[in-house]
């Protein structure tokens, strides 16, 4: 039985579409069985919420008077540098962003950083950022500098943009050396003294649509607290990465760049993050619909933390030298969630970067928000590449 996103719109305007999350389908699956699981189920949610460091804000500050062109000059928020390569007042901040004067290269043990991250948050939030802004004057924008306070609501247009989230699995990091090393996956203790992830594992997004066949570019989304948008395949996007025969990757594979209005987006959802001996980030929470149009998509999305296996990599030594060295080992995440896996014969104790809790949340608001008619699916507009044939490839075809 085939499906479409307009017949599943309709069942959602009418408020009987069936919705349920993507770790509660495992379940009624496993009770049901496919075939019937398909019929009934009309969407599964996903969720994720952990550090994506490429994350950034882009916004308009609107004109001072007399007009100042910030572009090619030089801006601060919070005294936290944003780039100022664009037209006269917009401007561009991202989640690794630091002060000039950041001690970036000491390590001091509980050693706080306020960064890019930390600005996106406050801005969310409401809350009044100072704007240190200088240029360099022209005859129709001669004012040289300006020094504001400003808050959200002051900007016309305020966008988060994140041009590589949502990671389709990733590695494991843990640490060979003699030294303890500072890592964006956290502190990592001498001779494999533990190991640290980073995913949702069965609630990620493109761990249940594991081929693309109905996230593509236009794919409306939970991003943030907000609703937003799959702008274009993520940077580092590597569909080709070898797969299991449930269609999971045995490493980092798709990412998403993502797009959607800040001002609709809560701090609950967008947290600045201080990783000690490595800087600043911005954790982000995303939630994608997965529409059931057939049971070959529902299949995908029973994938259970057992079907999930990373590659666990030594940031001692591999990982810096950006060598093609095998992993160290590979485990599931079931066996990560257990909070203990082996190492060459040692029992280490693993530990998350990111929220399982806060990625079931994030999941449960998306259902609801489909079930109150609040959010409909959307069509996407081309596939993402690497995209096997699917509902983007059947629509491309159609159009041409």
């Known amino acids: 039985m085939e499906k479409t996103i307009e017949e599943i719109n309709e069942k959602i305007k009418a408020g009987k579409a069936v919705v349920v999350t993507a770790e509660e389908i495992i379940g009624i699956a496993k009770e049901k069985g496919l075939k019937e699981t398909a019929k009934h189920v009309d969407v599964v949610t996903t969720g994720t919420f952990g550090t994506m460091c490429s994350s950034s804000v882009y916004f308009n500050l609107g004109h001072a008077s007399p007009r100042i062109k910030l572009g090619g000059g030089k801006a601060t928020l919070n005294g936290v ?14 989640a690794n962003a630091l002060p000039d004067d950041d001690p970036r290269n000491r390590i001091h043990p509980g050693e706080f950083r306020y960064g890019g991250g930390h600005v996106i948050e406050d801005l969310v939030a409401g809350k009044t950022l100072h704007l240190s802004a200088q240029a360099y004057g022209t005859d129709c924008y001669p004012r040289k500098s300006i020094e504001t306070d400003l808050t959200i609501d002051d900007l016309n247009e305020v966008v988060l943009f994140n041009m590589r989230n949502a990671y389709q699995n990733y590695n494991v990091a843990t640490n060979s050396t003699d030294k303890t090393i500072y890592t964006y996956l956290g502190m990592l203790k001498p001779h494999y003294g533990n190991a640290c992830y980073s995913s949702a594992g069965q609630l990620s997004p493109l761990l249940n649509d594991p081929y693309y066949k109905t996230i593509g570019i236009g794919t409306r989304i939970f991003l943030g607290g907000g609703i937003g948008y799959v702008a274009w395949n993520g940077t580092q996007h590597n569909p080709c990465v070898p797969r299991n025969e449930k269609g999971v990757p045995t ?9 959607g209005d800040l001002k609709q987006m ?3 959802y967008l947290r600045g993050v201080s990783a000690l ?16 149009l057939n049971e070959e998509i529902l299949e995908y999305t029973t994938v ?11 940031y001692g030594t591999n990982y810096p030298a950006n060598r093609p060295a095998p992993p160290v080992t590979n485990v599931t995440y079931a066996e990560l969630k257990s909070g203990e896996i082996t190492i060459e014969g040692k029992k280490v104790k693993t530990s998350p ?5 806060k990625a079931k949340e994030v999941a449960e608001t998306l259902k609801s928000w489909i079930n109150e008619g609040k959010f409909e699916l959307s069509v996407p507009s081309a596939p993402l590449p690497g995209a096997e044939s699917g509902i983007q490839m059947k629509a491309l075809k159609e159009r041409r």
């Open 277 to 292: 001996g490595y800087g600043t980030s911005l954790a982000v929470g995303i939630g994608v619909p997965i529409p059931i």
């Open 251 to 259: 490493g980092g594979a798709g990412t998403l760049a993502v797009i």
């Open 353 to 357: 970067m990111s929220s399982y809790v």
């Open 266 to 268: 809560s701090q609950q």
């Open 304 to 314: 259970t933390d057992a079907d999930i296996s990373a590659a666990v990599i030594d």
């Open 81 to 94: 540098p944003a780039y100022c390569g664009f037209a006269a007042v917009d401007l561009m901040i991202g």
